[in-house]
């Protein structure tokens, strides 16, 4: 059994009375992935930006291996080891694909506050090793604003890499991708993961990644866990056949 | 204080705040749907009490005159923000938010160029309201009856505000456009009118708020700055865009400078505190508090996401051989130029580091300041006093002068990268007002309005030819330091930082250390110049502070283009050169200067050095 790296319990939070996520308990261990999925409003966002620091919690505990992090800011959070991709792609556009990994590895290394030094002339092998795994080393010298989309989240992936995660946030990862992209971005992320021994939570809308994809799904809806286990438990799980199918039988 | 006094306070206040909110509505409104901070609405104000002033004397003082006079004046400044909107500002609603920023700028100079040619240099002292000009007795104290008036005009103002919001078809486009000025465009509604219209409106309240302070304000050129400033104090205080939280601002602030005057001097402690010479000071804590407590303002939301706009292009490392020839040639022109080229070019490396420092963080650092005098202002002051008041060798106090500008940059710097945006923009405006006011009425250290004399460089640098190698060296090295820092790990971080917040924060960076450790770095330098500009003329005048002399760097900057990293540098060469030029030449500079700057901005929307490189990139393409 892997060591379990992110383990939540009894998360709560409430907005002027409505309860966003009431009670959600789950735990992912390294090299899992781990999908959460839930139809539109169920609580999926919210409970995602708990995780990663930009929202705190009404109670509920958080702890990255082992660690409490509720509380902490997300750039802490990142320091303990925790990569992030965001549903509509965060990158510098300003830069180059490279320098964009680099930052992530100058930022990793604490070596941002020189002031004389010249930027880029460190982890250039490091960065060009990240993006030949996420196969963006041919372009390294584009700049992201003129980037495909498909391989801005490429980019954002091996940004996420460069700490040497334990866990992977990845909200909505596909998000904007044609379907055949999808399948390939989420297969290279599995592939990554295992051999690197990251655990993975992904929200995902697109029902055939997150059953080819997801070592288990965990399914959210109005705020609370409904139903979880591995894509052939949950696919048989009634409750779930209800959310998604609308009826109750 | 007696109950009376407050009360007589209170009144003033709220008389005082009524113009405060005309204009601060105007600009909000403006603001809201077309996304313009119209900098030439001070001069809308200005234009309103000039007009009221005037239409007064034609019409006659009587009562049907006088309101006759100010509903006019009101509309007539209401056309002139429509020819404003339809001859320049419609044409570059595409360009960058900050080209359209220099338009403005250059309306303003045109503006107070015209009303100089108008109504001349004097003070225009205009009637008190006929019918009016009695006073009120109060709790035994005489209020004017017109002040009363006032009071009455502001929620009238606000309730028709409201009415037209809210209940019309064009409040609701109003109020749509605020919101998401795209989709109501994708939606047909006509843009190009609604804008011009609501350019009518917002101005017509900034000429109203103009003309109803003519009993009260003579009108003068320097209405203009002063307040956009307070307007902008207000705006924020109150949230942009938000017309109820202008009124309230208004209110506080009005009524915060009616005490403070009241109050007059105090004794504690056996300090002598003038409170009616802290009226900016108390304007600026209330505007720091609210900020630290409602970033967005007391009734402001969060701005909504803008949409992405064109990623900043990337930078390119002028190369050593570049730097050194351009060095060269600038260390041979006192060999072949006259004295006064060598004078006129050691303005121009002053304000070149000037401009450099502000692109710096406007650009790749991507925090806008309107305020970026205050620390070339505060590095000249102390580098004179310094000298002169603490009796430090000349050679100290310009050292040390940079360390003083980044002193207060590390106070301001504090509160302003809380902000982002517009609000960032004018807290640092605000900063600049509250240091100018400072040093203009503190007589006993800073002479006030006559500044500092006789600060002159020691015996060895008196030479202007000599004292143009020392502003070179300093300069120069300012300059390259500063580029060279935009290619560090630092500079990257924060060009990183402008580009994405959310991904900078993801991957541990903590932006805003590196945004306020910038603000010093770069206040320190706009004092290196600043300093380095006091000794050249021996003087130091409060316009150094000014925000004239913050408006002179942004054009630099923009003229040149933000885009790139030489650009600043041409900017400041030209704007120096060309105000020396035509300062020489005619009275009426400000507005010849307003004139090729729009034009400028007309043909060049991508700043000169910028507008050259796509020239020639377009004739080289045509040549392969």
């Known amino acids: ?249 | 204080m007696t109950l009376a006094s407050i009360l007589i306070q209170l009144l003033n206040g709220l008389a005082a705040a009524a113009s405060l909110f005309l204009v601060s509505a105007g600009l909000s409104l403006i603001f809201g749907v077309t996304r313009i901070v119209n900098f030439a609405h001070g001069s809308l104000y200005m234009l309103g009490l000039y007009g009221a002033y005037s239409l007064i004397e034609f019409f006659g003082r009587t009562p049907l005159g006088f309101w006759g006079a100010v509903v006019l004046a009101a509309l007539a400044v209401g056309l002139v923000g429509v020819l404003i909107e339809v001859l320049v500002l419609r044409r570059i609603y595409r360009a960058p938010e900050l080209f359209q920023l220099l338009a403005t700028f250059a309306v303003v100079l045109v503006i107070k160029d015209i009303a100089l040619f108008t109504w001349g240099a004097e003070d225009l002292v205009g009637p008190r309201a006929p019918g009016l000009s009695m006073a009120v007795e109060i709790m035994g104290r005489r209020i004017p009856a017109y002040d009363l008036l006032l009071i009455a005009i502001g929620p009238v103002v606000l309730a028709l505000l409201w009415l037209l919001l809210t209940r019309t078809r064009w409040g609701a486009l109003v109020r749509a456009a605020t919101q998401d000025r795209e989709m109501v465009g994708a939606l047909g509604v006509d843009q190009a009118k609604l804008f011009t219209s609501v350019f009518f409106v917002g101005s017509v309240l900034a000429g109203l708020g103009g003309a109803l302070q003519i009993p009260r304000e003579p009108a003068n050129l320097e209405l203009d700055l002063a307040i956009i400033a307070d307007a902008f104090v207000v705006t924020v205080v109150g949230g942009l865009g938000s017309i109820g939280g202008a009124f309230l601002a208004a209110i506080i602030i009005g009524v915060a400078k009616a005490f403070c005057i009241g109050i007059g001097t105090v004794t504690w402690f056996g300090f002598e505190i003038s409170f009616s010479k802290l009226t900016l000071v108390v304007e600026f804590l209330i505007m720091a508090l609210v900020l630290v407590v409602r970033p967005y303002g007391l009734l402001g939301k969060p701005q909504a996401a803008q949409r992405a706009a064109e990623p900043a292009p990337r930078l390119q490392v002028p190369s050593w051989t570049f730097a050194l020839v351009w060095l060269a040639l600038l260390a041979l022109v006192p060999l072949v130029a006259d004295r006064y080229t060598t004078i006129l070019l050691t303005d121009i490396v002053c304000f070149a580091l000037f401009s450099v420092s502000l692109h710096f963080i406007m650009g790749p650092a991507g925090m806008v300041s309107f305020g970026h005098a205050a620390y070339f202002g505060i590095g000249a002051y102390a580098a004179g006093l310094l000298m002169k008041r603490f009796g430090l060798p000349m050679e100290a106090a310009l050292l040390l002068a940079p360390l003083v500008a980044g002193l207060f940059a590390i106070v301001y710097g504090w509160f302003c990268v809380r902000l982002s945006g517009v609000y960032l923009a004018m807290l640092t405006l605000a900063f600049a007002q509250i240091s100018w006011s400072i040093v203009f009425q503190w007589d006993s250290m800073t002479g006030g309005s006559n500044g500092v004399f006789g600060v002159w460089p020691s015996a060895w640098l008196a030479d202007k030819t000599t004292y143009y190698y020392l502003a070179l060296v300093l300069c120069g090295a300012g300059i390259v330091f500063l580029w060279r820092v935009l290619f560090s790990p630092f500079g990257y971080a924060l060009r990183a930082g402008r580009d994405s917040p959310l991904r900078a924060e993801a991957i541990g960076i903590d932006l805003r250390g590196f945004q306020w450790a910038a603000f010093v770095l770069v206040g320190a330098l706009a004092g290196l110049a600043g300093a380095v500009y006091a000794f050249s003329k021996g003087s130091i005048s409060p316009s150094s502070i000014s925000i004239a002399q913050s408006t002179d760097g942004l054009i630099m900057v923009l003229l040149g283009g933000v885009e790139t990293l030489t650009g600043p540098v041409v900017g400041a060469a030209i704007f120096t050169w060309l105000r020396d030029v035509v300062a020489r030449n005619t009275e009426f500079w400000r507005a010849v200067m307003g004139g090729v700057i729009l034009l400028i901005v007309l043909l060049f929307p991508q700043g000169l050095v910028g507008g050259l490189k796509a020239l020639v990139a377009r004739w080289r393409e045509q040549r392969a």
Request: aromatic share 6%; glycine share 10%.
């Open chain 1, 1 to 249: 059994m892997s060591p379990t790296i992110l383990q939540v319990e009894g998360l709560h939070k409430a907005f002027g009375g409505v309860q966003a996520v009431a009670d959600v308990s789950f735990a992912v261990s390294a090299g899992e992935m781990l999908a959460l999925i839930g139809p539109n409003g169920a609580g999926k966002s919210t409970c995602f930006n708990m995780l990663n620091g930009q929202l705190t919690p009404d109670s509920g505990i958080v702890r990255l291996e082992g660690r409490d992090i509720v509380g902490l800011r997300p750039r802490a959070i990142w320091r303990l080891g925790v990569g992030r991709t965001f549903q509509i792609t965060a990158t510098f556009a300003s830069l180059s694909v490279r320098e964009n990994v680099q930052m992530a590895l100058y930022s990793h290394a604490g070596r941002l506050r020189s002031l004389l030094s010249r930027f880029g002339a460190a982890f250039g092998g490091e960065a060009d090793a990240l993006l030949d795994q996420v196969g963006m080393l041919d372009q390294a010298e584009r700049t992201c604003g003129v980037l495909a989309y498909g391989d801005l989240k490429r980019v954002e992936l091996a940004i996420a890499l460069a700490n040497e995660p334990r866990l992977l946030l990845m909200d909505e990862p596909t998000a904007g991708m044609a379907p055949k992209e999808r399948v390939a971005l989420m297969e290279l992320t599995a592939r990554l993961a295992r051999a690197r021994n990251i655990a993975v939570l992904f929200t995902e809308h697109d029902m055939d990644v997150v059953f080819s994809q997801a070592d288990r799904i965990i399914v959210l809806d109005r705020g609370v866990l409904i139903a979880g286990g591995t894509p052939p438990e949950v696919r048989a799980n009634p409750n779930v056949r209800a959310v998604y199918l609308g009826s109750a039988h």
